[in-house]
């Protein structure tokens, strides 16, 4: 059953039959099968709607997946209906990719600006066409953006990314739309993690001495309240030393 949302009425021939041949991709295919493998949330914005699973994912051998398209949207996607998307609450706080065959003609960057300021970063659109098809190339610059999403040293290093891309914007062009144009450095995810386990260890260390300091006087780490409550004290007391040696040095 073709969605009326999706589509004019059919020209039905003698047979009352409409026929309509599609290509579909094998390396897609199999692109998406590994991406539910790695428990990626995939679905369909599609004019199609939730005909999408009968028409091309069943053929195709994909599970059902869900239509997040609103029902009375027709034609193909604009990034415009994302705001009033369900994929909009679907994504709060979470990488989203857009993987399309034609690039919206309002863009990446107005896509990005729909989203919260945080959210920004990791947030791609790569435009697959129908010509070209999903390259090796392409699939694995997705796949390298969708590791670095997947990790928060990553979305940092996404963010910072994005921070420099925009402070070139404001000296010369418009910040880039598709994803291959806003990958970092690998060298700069690196320096994130290793900066996160260095504090990672320190931070072992602080909570490891003070838990014995506490079990010393008969405490235990819940006595000095909520995690935020603690780490309130210990600011307040190393602020009490900074300021009790800097008097002494005075």
Not at 38 to 51: E, L
Request: a negative charge; charged letters at 30%; proline letters at 6%.
């Amino acid at each position: 059953m073709i969605p009326e949302e999706a589509w004019e009425v059919p020209r039905w021939d003698e047979d009352d039959h409409w026929v309509r041949w599609y290509w579909i991709s094998r390396t897609g295919v199999d692109w998406v099968q590994s991406l539910l493998g790695d428990g990626i949330d995939v679905v369909w914005i599609s004019q199609w709607h939730g005909a999408a699973n009968t028409c091309f994912g069943a053929p195709a051998g994909l599970p059902e997946l869900d239509s997040v398209r609103e029902k009375s949207r027709r034609g193909p996607f604009s990034v415009a209906e994302f705001e009033t998307s369900p994929l909009r609450a679907r994504s709060d706080a979470r990488p989203l990719l857009l993987v399309t065959r034609v690039a919206p003609a309002d863009g990446g960057q107005s896509l990005m600006q729909l989203r919260r300021p945080r959210d920004r970063a990791i947030t791609a659109l790569r435009t697959v066409s129908w010509e070209m098809g999903p390259t090796p190339e392409a699939l694995a610059e997705i796949d390298q953006w969708l590791t670095l999403a997947s990790d928060p040293a990553g979305q940092e290093a996404l963010r910072d990314q994005r921070r420099r891309d925009l402070a070139r914007s404001r000296r010369r062009a418009s910040p880039p739309d598709e994803i291959q144009q806003r990958l970092p450095q690998w060298e700069a995810v690196e320096r994130i993690i290793a900066r996160d386990q260095a504090i990672n260890a320190w931070v072992e260390e602080v909570v490891d001495n003070l838990r014995k300091a506490l079990f010393d006087r008969g405490l235990e780490l819940s006595d000095l309240g909520t995690p935020t409550q603690a780490a309130d004290q210990i600011v307040d007391a190393m602020k009490e030393v900074y300021r009790r040696n800097h008097d002494q040095g005075d």
